[in-house]
């Protein structure tokens, strides 16, 4: 098995050229069409002529313009509606940096519908001052560099198909050492075969075809609001998965499920990563579309299983069933989201019982500037008591982190978190955000997970994030953060953000018992820059 993943990677450097560049998740924009020579005419003097010329111009162009039937039947069929949460939308599949090579609007490649191919780069300065998750308060200015590429066939060869991933991961200049979150090298995100059958399962009721997808290897995807499930697209690294994957139906239909049973892939910082082979992660998701224009319901259920004989870990098993649902409320302006999830199993030697919760209201105004004004609440459980024989701490399983806090301090565990957003766009490139948010611990004799090196100490619980008396009070603190994003050119766009963290009473307490002071406050200041082949 290790001699085929080798082959694999060896297969994706050789095709990469020397300058790998990152995509543009951005849709370009269509060009009006100028005026033509014969609308010129109308100031001639012969103007009865010039005017039916005009009227006979106009009427052909209008003609010309129309959609043809089948064109706009297609834009209409789809029951698929995004949700309008803040970050909650899945990166696409594939990602959202691949063309088809005959979209690329390459005169050569104009006939080759079958070959999808990606090529991104991404680097980011950043600027860190007293970051909480340290136990050293040392400025810390990394550049990171991540580098990405993608090939995958379809089509062609149906049923077969399949796509290989490559990612480089590296962090330059940076005061601490080499972590998972960071770095990478050489890597295989993705490396999958797949048995597509177009129209498997027949039609739904706008005659689309409802097909059956079935994946085999090494997967990254993200699914619902990404908060348990994701790619993790902030972070340098990426979350991945080897084992299999069903899929019946596609997001077009009013119903579609999806079906899981993966091993999670150890991010190995200079060897070949590899599965995690006494973990399983396994469920499925169920999209209901069928009143979509008013809302979308997700009940799934997701589960882990750790065999703790085979490494001297503890014995896992934990079951998670859900509900999510997501609409529009008529003409009103007003979107919401809800997600409800409740936990059970064993953990170790204790029962496993947590539950979770999130919801946001959203009211987008009618300006030209498409303001968009939220509010969200989310809520995850933490350990009551560490002696009672019961774990309380929600496990968030393989979900991204940032949309909880720009600075991705905050995780899915044991929080209590409101906060206000306010997103708009000035121009077609400029997209700008801004949020102030306010943390709790939901348990104050848990742990503040990132808090001083809690999540990726050497020491199984080196203590500093958590005090199990609860005297150290419960007040995380708050933060207000802004983010700008600007596309400069068709394959480039960069993003500039700033988040500004005061400390709460429970942070405060910690560090100090911890280093023997507290600085109260963070900064962190940051630019990108992303760069795309296609």
């Known amino acids: ?26 849709t370009g924009k269509f060009e009006a069409p100028g005026m033509s020579k014969e609308d010129a005419r109308i100031g001639r003097k012969d103007e009865g002529k010039a005017l ?41 599949d594939p990602p959202r940096y691949v063309q088809t090579l005959s979209k690329t609007g390459i005169e050569a490649f104009k006939d080759i519908y079958w070959l999808d191919i990606g090529l991104d780069h991404r680097t980011r300065y950043e600027f860190r001052s007293n970051d909480i998750r340290r136990t050293d308060m040392r400025l810390d200015q990394p550049f990171l560099l991540r580098s990405r590429a993608y090939v995958g066939i379809r089509e062609i060869l149906d049923p077969f198909r399949g796509a290989v991933e490559f990612q480089d991961s590296r962090r330059y200049n940076g005061n601490f050492p080499h972590d998972d979150r960071d770095f990478n090298d050489y890597e295989l995100i993705q490396a999958y075969g797949e048995l597509y059958f177009k129209s498997a399962l027949g039609e739904d009721d706008r005659k689309q075809q409802r097909p059956i997808r079935f994946r085999v290897g090494r997967m990254a995807y993200e699914a619902l609001d990404r908060r348990l499930i994701g790619r993790n697209e902030w972070r340098n690294t990426t979350n991945t998965f080897e084992g299999f994957r069903l899929n019946l139906g596609q997001e077009a239909n009013d119903w579609e499920v999806d079906l899981w049973a993966y091993q999670p ?42 065999d703790g004989s085979k490494t001297g870990q503890i014995d896992r098993h934990i079951h998670a069933p859900a509900l999510r649902g997501y609409g529009k409320i008529g003409n009103t302006g007003l979107d919401f989201d809800f997600n409800l999830i409740y936990q059970f199993g064993r953990n170790g030697t204790e029962e ?84 102030y948010s306010w943390f709790w611990l939901a348990s104050s004799t848990d742990r503040f997970n990132n808090l001083l090196d809690g999540n990726t100490s050497a020491r199984p619980n080196p203590g500093f994030n958590r005090d199990i008396t609860g005297r150290s009070g419960d007040f995380i603190g708050h933060s207000f953060d802004i983010r700008a994003r600007y596309k400069i050119a068709k394959h480039i ?21 911890a280093l023997g002071k507290s600085p109260g406050s963070s900064d962190f200041f940051y630019v990108e820059v992303v760069v795309s082949a296609f």
């Open 1 to 26: 098995m290790k001699l085929y993943w080798r082959i694999m990677l060896a297969s994706a450097i050789s095709i990469l050229p020397v300058g790998v560049i990152q995509a543009d998740v951005n």
């Open 52 to 92: 039916e010329s005009q009227l006979t111009e106009t009427i052909n162009k209008a003609d010309a313009k129309k959609p043809s039937s089948p064109k706009a039947e297609k834009k209409s069929t789809s029951y698929f509606k995004p949700s309008s949460s803040y970050s909650t939308q899945p990166e696409s």
């Open 265 to 306: 892939v150890k991010r190995l910082l200079t060897e070949f990563d590899e599965r995690i082979e006494n973990q399983w992660f396994y469920g499925a998701i169920g999209h209901w579309r069928k009143w979509s224009d008013i809302i979308t319901l997700q009940p799934y259920y997701m589960g882990l299983t750790q």
């Open 352 to 435: 496993h019982e947590a539950h979770a919760y999130i919801t946001e209201v959203g009211y987008n105004l009618e300006y030209g500037w498409k303001p968009r004004i939220s509010a969200f609440y989310g809520y995850a459980s933490g350990d009551r008591h560490p002696n009672d024989g019961v774990n309380n701490r929600f496990e968030r399983f393989f979900g991204f982190a940032r949309p909880w806090s720009a600075d991705d301090y905050i995780v899915f565990e044991n929080i209590k978190a409101p906060k206000v957003k306010l997103e708009f766009q000035p121009t077609a490139d400029l997209r700008i955000d801004g949020g």
């Open 493 to 513: 766009s960069t993003t500039v953000g700033y988040s500004h963290f005061t400390s709460g009473e429970f942070t405060r307490n910690r560090q100090v018992a």
